[in-house]
């Protein structure tokens, strides 16, 4: 492995471990699955929309923009991947019925 791909793969675990610490505050914050899986794809898309339109807001003389984007970034990823976890449930529900 290149110096350059080890440094991606290093790079990239750190995201993904913020990424797991994100979905872990959402859940504290909002109640976990039990209300997750009270909300439809719709919903979803428009918690995800939210957080894009923040990013579309941001002011250019923002001294530090990089930083608010990266976190509505994460935001968005966390959203997508509590709503792939809530359709799983849903269709893991369904297959046992």
Do not use: C
């Not at 793969?9 to 959402?26: D, F, H, M, P, Y």
């Not at 957080?51 to 966390?78: C, F, G, H």
């Amino acid at each position: 492995m290149t110096d350059t791909a080890s440094y991606n793969n290093t790079k990239l675990a750190g995201i993904l471990s913020e990424l797991v610490t994100k979905r872990q505050a959402q859940d504290a914050q909002w109640g976990g699955p039990e209300h997750d899986d009270t909300h439809d794809i719709n919903n979803w898309i428009d918690f995800i929309d939210h957080q894009l339109s923040k990013i579309l807001a941001l002011d250019d003389t923002n001294e530090e923009p990089d930083e608010e984007v990266r976190s509505r970034l994460l935001n968005v990823a966390a959203l997508a991947i509590a709503a792939v976890q809530s359709i799983d449930r849903y269709h893991s529900k369904q297959e046992i019925e």
